[in-house]
Nanobody
Framework: VQLQASGGGLVQAGGSLRLSCAAS????????VGWFRQVPGKEREFVAA????????SYADSVKGRFTISRDNAKNTVYLHMNGLKPEDTAVYYC???????????????WGQGTLVTVSS
């Protein structure tokens, strides 16, 4: 499985971005996809996850009500819609593949390369 994350960039506080995670080599249909983020010197932290076949989702408390994870079956792609961005959302965002919705980054076996999101104040 190869994951390609994209969509990061520079945005002002209060703005929006949409991140994409496209898969090749395997479809997501029986698996889960999670978004994590990491800043230098800190652990990679859970942001959101989606169980493809059922559509179940999970969010970190810090992003609930602002971020939405969704999927496009035809494109085998998962999106992270980020609204109301804050400077503390600045990080490299990674998408990962797992077999269940989990906040444990150790349960994800494939990762995309990361995409940088910078939110200016």
């Amino acid at each position: 499985v190869q994951l390609q994350a994209s969509g990061g960039g520079l945005v002002q506080a209060g703005g929006s971005l949409r991140l994409s995670c496209a898969a090749s080599g395997r479809t997501f249909i029986e698996y889960a996809v999670g978004w994590f983020r990491q800043v230098p010197g800190k652990e990679r932290e859970f942001v959101a996850a989606l169980m493809w076949i059922r559509g179940d989702t999970s969010y970190a408390d810090s992003v609930k009500g602002r971020f939405t994870i969704s999927r496009d079956n035809a494109k085998n792609t998962v999106y992270l819609h980020m609204n109301g961005l804050k400077p503390e959302d600045t990080a490299v965002y990674y998408c990962g593949h797992s077999y269940e919705i989990t906040t444990d980054k150790g349960m994800y076996d494939y990762w995309g390369q990361g995409t940088l999101v910078t939110v200016s104040s």
